[in-house]
Nanobody, 123 residues
Framework: QVQLVESGGGLAQPGGSLKLSCAASGRTFSRYAMGWFRQAPGKERDFVVGISGSGGSTNYAGSVKGRFTISRDNAKNTVYLQMNSLKPEDTAVYYC????????????????WGQGTQVIVSS
């Protein structure tokens, strides 16, 4: 069982930055690929970015490539999402998720989810 807790959401201005964190419980964190997803009101949950267990492989959605950066610290059981050059369309609830195998983009393939953290980008 893995428990995930996101933090770091909030209000940012267009062009601004936020850094999200996702802390995981358990002693086998490095065995899990981690993903960040987001869900805007009335829309489906979309893949944002994923990272392999070792951190050596990442996969970004085209809409965030070059603006967002995922990283992980396996010693701290934490995955991060640095979000720069934020746009109003980045407004959503952001979720982290974990799965035992490699990074995939479909939310149904992830086994564990956090409760989400709200990000609002507005002037």
């Amino acid at each position: 069982q893995v428990q995930l807790v996101e933090s770091g959401g909030g209000l940012a201005q267009p062009g601004g930055s936020l850094k999200l964190s996702c802390a995981a419980s358990g002693r086998t964190f490095s065995r899990y690929a981690m993903g960040w997803f987001r869900q805007a009101p009335g829309k489906e949950r979309d893949f944002v970015v994923g990272i392999s267990g070792s951190g050596g492989s990442t996969n970004y959605a085209g809409s965030v490539k070059g603006r967002f950066t995922i990283s992980r610290d396996n010693a701290k059981n934490t995955v991060y999402l640095q979000m720069n050059s934020l746009k109003p369309e980045d407004t959503a609830v952001y979720y982290c998720a974990a799965r035992r195998l490699g990074v995939v983009t479909t939310p149904q393939e992830y086994d564990y989810w956090g409760q989400g953290t709200q990000v609002i980008v507005s002037s």
